[in-house]
């Protein structure tokens, strides 16, 4: 998990932080997965993210989703998202 993204007292993110998944096996799942690791990032949840997913940050499987993602924040000039995907992919 990188550090950039977690607060110094973070254990394994808020356990009031919830995210909202489909089922694992649904075929959708790691696009919604992509969506709440860079959301949760944005909000200093990396942690909760990464428990709720099972996903690492930086996860490869996910790549193509955040690239996606990385696309629709440049149309939408949204530069923290856009930093946070990059980072993503690092």
């Not at 110094?8 to 969506?35: S, V």
């Not at 690239?67 to 923290?80: M, P, Q, V």
Request: charged share 30%.
């Amino acid at each position: 998990m990188s550090r950039a993204f977690v607060g110094e007292n973070e254990q394994w993110g808020d356990p009031g932080y919830r995210i909202a998944l489909p089922a694992r096996d649904d075929p959708g799942f790691d696009a919604a997965a992509a969506e709440a690791m860079l959301e949760a990032a944005r909000a200093g949840q990396t942690g909760a993210a990464e428990a709720a997913t099972g996903y690492y940050w930086g996860e490869p499987r996910l790549h193509a989703d955040v690239r996606r993602i990385l696309e629709r924040a440049t149309a939408a000039k949204d530069d923290r998202l856009m930093q946070l995907c990059e980072r993503f992919l690092g």
